[in-house]
């Protein structure tokens, strides 16, 4: 496995722009916790902490839809740098409105200006392996790479913020994510040579698939389905982080909460890489209804924990069943979406999730102060659950539209070796189909 990951960090400029990737990544898992944190111990509510969380998140969401596609259209290196810039005075615009008790409009406007200004860096940085890679293994290997990255950030993430916020100062987790967003994406800008051509000065070949890459990604047969799905997901991630929160605070050990989150994401990055080292012949989209399912009942023990070690073991092994739902959901938008539209088809189901997150905080933060943290933890089985139904629901549709899609080099090779990454090609997607490798265009 070590000797894979080598190659492919091997390619000219592979380990710059995945490593400057995981930098500017760090602010996705410390923004979200950082803001609960700080607005509810400076005001005591939940609630008004959900409210600013859900804000920043939702901006996100619909930001980074806009800049994706500018980006796929126009080049990373021209947009990304004016994007960190706005990014990291938004988020100290924010951080020094609630230090000086400004009213909850001007804190609100602040941290969505703030979203709507953070970048897709995680989607950035795959489409940078999908133009680098020069074969089907070292493609399937970065994109392995990322995921395990991805569950990093999210391990290391709470962590740190939690540290920071309760040693240090409450803000400080806003303010040393948004440097790490800063330092980041200015690196990564800097990185021309590896970002992929920007479409409007592309001379792709013309063929029969040209209408279908000029529409949105969303408008690709069952990708409505599999962003639904996502909202559900983020459900769970946006509400259970606010309920962990509150049900440390409530137990007297509020710093425990990055520890719990931690271990969350810990569960989720085992199991991910398990769950992509074996070689699974259900299709992708049965997979996805298999998966949810599983994920809806693994939460179920939550609202019955009453401590902190109980909530920590039952928030591990919850944990296990993120990644492999998220491996599912991210194929399948890669098996929906055209080649020249890659970077907008992940940001729609990244968007899905930041849209369920929004809801999940601002929902779980009500609950708490209404009913109490057992009855916030419901919220993520009854999100879990909805994933489930919407995946169950649009079967027909997604088996139809991602078999027989394959997609051509470098955006995304066929192979049949598992991979422990969001890539389709290394899940077989249909046990019946013997369709020869894609050439490369």
Known sequence: MLTTYRRALALPGAWQFSATGFVARLPMAMDSLGIVLLISARTGSYAQAGVLAAAFTMAAAGGALLTSRSMDRLGQGRLLPPLVMANTALLLAFVTAVHFDAAFAIQLATVALAGATQPAIGSMVRARWANAAPDADRLRSGFALESVVDELVFTMGPLLTAFLAFQVGLATPLI????????????????????????????????????????????????????????????????????????????????????????????????????????????????LVILTGIMALVMVPAPFVHTIPMLTVTTFFAGMAVAPSLIAAFSLTERLVPAALLTEGLTWANSGLAIGFAAGTTLSGAIVDAHGTSWAFVLPIVSAATSFAVAALGQPILRRASIGRPQPLPAIAWVNDPMPGPTPGGIIDDPDRHEPKPEAS
């Open 176 to 287: 040393v994510a948004a440097c790490f967003g800063l330092v980041g994406g200015l690196l990564l800008a800097l990185q021309r040579s590896t970002q992929p051509a920007p479409s409007g000065r592309r001379t792709a070949k013309v063929d029969a698939d040209t209408t279908r890459r000029d529409r949105s990604a969303l408008a690709q047969p069952g990708m409505i389905y599999v962003v639904i799905a996502a909202v559900g997901v983020g459900g769970v991630f946006g509400s259970y982080e606010v309920a962990v929160v509150a049900f440390a605070q409530e137990a007297g050990r509020s710093g425990a909460s990055g520890l719990v989150l931690g271990l969350w994401a810990l569960g989720s990055m085992l199991a991910g890489i398990v769950f992509g080292s074996r070689h699974w012949r259900r299709p992708l989209a049965q997979q």
